[in-house]
């Protein structure tokens, strides 16, 4: 009699389960890897655009007091959550007012009501004198306006606050 082995095909049940076990392992490492990457990605997201809804707010009030003829009225300078108002070159007035409840830069001309920038902190508004260096709050002497910027940015680890400011001079004068 002539017995000869027969060699079967395929895998063993030990086999393919070691396999799925790893490939199992693998691929939850690479979601994992996945979505850190892509938290990171949108952290990133929301942080530029959180920063130049700031910038954008603080540009659009700097350029428009450098064309204004005046102050016709400002905020209180420990006032975080402050307001201004412009009177331009045309007669027109531009009003700022910063809602600290809900976060938002309102402007407008006749009442500040639309809305320029969302997610700012606190926006305050500061009148100085010839000098640059002397703040005061009687419209008549004031030459420019030091305009600053707060908002927050969300960390893993608690809550960023950044700030932007710039010193901006009334053409007028």
């Known amino acids: 009699m002539n017995r000869t082995k027969r ?3 395929g895998f063993s ?7 799925a076990a790893i490939m199992a392992t693998l691929t939850t490492a690479s979601f994992a890897l996945v979505r850190t990457a892509n938290d990171a990605w949108r952290r990133h997201r929301d942080d530029m655009l959180q920063r130049g809804q700031a910038i954008s707010t603080l540009q659009h009030v700097v350029r428009r007091v450098r064309q204004a003829r005046e102050v016709a009225a400002i905020s209180p300078n420990a006032d975080m959550s402050g307001y201004l108002t412009l009177q331009m ?15 938002e830069m309102l402007y407008g001309t006749s009442a ?23 703040t005061t709050t009687d419209i008549s002497k004031i030459h420019a306006v030091r305009c600053t910027v707060e908002y927050t940015l969300s960390r893993p680890m608690g809550s960023v606050t950044e700030t932007v400011s710039n010193l901006a ?5």
């Open 7 to 9: 060699r079967r095909s």
């Open 13 to 19: 049940l030990v086999e393919v389960i070691a396999a």
């Open 89 to 103: 070159a045309d007669g027109t007035l531009a009003m700022w007012d910063h809602n600290g409840g809900t976060g």
């Open 112 to 134: 500040p009501t639309n809305l320029l920038a969302e997610g700012i902190t606190a926006a305050n508004f500061v009148g100085l004198t010839a000098n640059g260096l002397s």
């Open 169 to 173: 001079w009334l053409r007028s004068w």
